[in-house]
């Protein structure tokens, strides 16, 4: 699934280290959404790339860029539902799990 990504965007986006781009995609279930970074290859600085998917909740997905004076986070928020049936779940236990990440 990502090596065949790799190779579509390597075709897309010629100025971009696809290689070197970081996935951090489902593994629980196939077709579920993931998070993708990607870079210029002229960038001045090789940035830092980290990926974190909690244990305790298979379907959020983080990647984290550093910089020397930029961080960037993508990440997968796992959805709350149509009646907001898992929102408490999300506020009480995914929220607090990204943000000891960020810290």
Known sequence: QVDDAVEALQSLLPDYCIQASAFSCATTRKGWSGVAMMW???LRWQPSVT???FEDEPEGRVLHMELPRLHT???YVPNSGDSLQRLQWRV????PSLRN???
């Open 40 to 42: 210029r290859k002229d």
């Open 51 to 53: 990926w974190k998917s």
């Open 73 to 75: 986070v993508l990440a």
């Open 92 to 95: 009480t236990h995914w929220d």
């Open 101 to 103: 990440f960020l810290k």
